[in-house]
């Protein structure tokens, strides 16, 4: 899914994005001076917090956008432009963290993106994520639907949110070994009278692309208003994420990956 970012109005408005990427580093068993992928790593702020504890941060992202704004927040790191589906590293990692990335990535592209994370792993690496999961944002993409459908369009929801099974499974097949995997819910708090909106002109633009401006707001508007006795607390808007974190072992058995 290629996504122009305004880098600046996402570091701001939407930074509940790495902080909540914090606890998942918690789930990296790390040693001083272990090589370790960010992927996706987007403005840079995950990417500073594994500098931070001593190991060779290189943070990998698609968006000429974001990494720009790293590059100018942290000029000491390492920052890669790459594909999370096609991406190559001249020297295997111990690590590769993943936060809020793998579910812009269309399933079919999935299998692609865990061949190249097992072979930017050295044996027994680790593999940390966490992104949106089954039911994640339920309630938004449900308005959304229903918003185009009353102006006689089709709403197709562009994110993948596998469960549990779905995902461990896919895991497996590449070669890897499930240690760790939960599904919660993460009702989050949105900034601004008009938070909701906002969220939306962020994150979902692939189903507004051949649309006009007026059209556009006229059907973010009216979501927020089929949302509004939900999501809407004591003046507060709030987003209905799921979340899907993990931890899996890159297993040390000669032909254990297989083809996509």
Not at 51 to 77: C, F, K, N, Q
Not at 104 to 119: C, E, F, K, N, S
């Amino acid at each position: 899914m290629n996504i122009i970012w305004d880098a600046q109005k996402y570091t701001q408005a939407f930074s509940f994005v790495h902080q909540y990427g914090e606890d998942v580093l918690e789930l990296l068993d790390l040693e001083r001076d272990m090589a370790v992928l960010d992927l996706g790593c987007g403005n840079g702020a995950l990417t500073k917090r594994l500098a931070e504890r001593g190991v060779r941060a290189i943070g990998l992202d698609a968006s000429a956008e974001l990494l720009e704004t790293a590059r100018t927040h942290y000029p000491d790191l390492t920052f890669v432009r790459d594909d999370a589906t096609a991406f190559v590293l001249d020297q295997p990692v111990d690590a590769v963290f993943s936060n809020a990335v793998l579910h812009w990535i269309d399933r079919v592209h999935q299998p692609a993106v865990l061949q190249h994370v097992y072979a930017a792993l050295r044996d027994g690496g680790q593999f940390v994520f966490e992104f949106g999961g089954c039911g994640n944002n339920r309630r938004i993409h449900a308005a959304l639907e229903q918003s185009f459908k009353e102006r006689g369009l089709v709403y197709e929801m562009p994110f993948y949110f596998p469960t549990i099974g779905e995902y461990a499974g896919l895991l497996e097949q590449m070669g890897f070994r499930v240690t760790y995997m939960t599904l919660f819910d993460r009702m989050t708090p949105l900034q601004g009278e008009n938070g909701l909106e906002e969220w939306i002109r962020m994150f979902v633009k692939q189903p507004f692309e051949d649309l006009a401006e007026d059209e556009k707001n006229s059907l973010i508007r009216r979501a927020a208003a089929l949302l509004q006795s939900d999501l809407l607390r004591e003046s507060v808007w709030y987003a209905d994420y799921v979340r899907i974190r993990g931890k899996a072992v890159k297993l040390c058995s000669p032909g254990a990956v297989h083809a996509g």
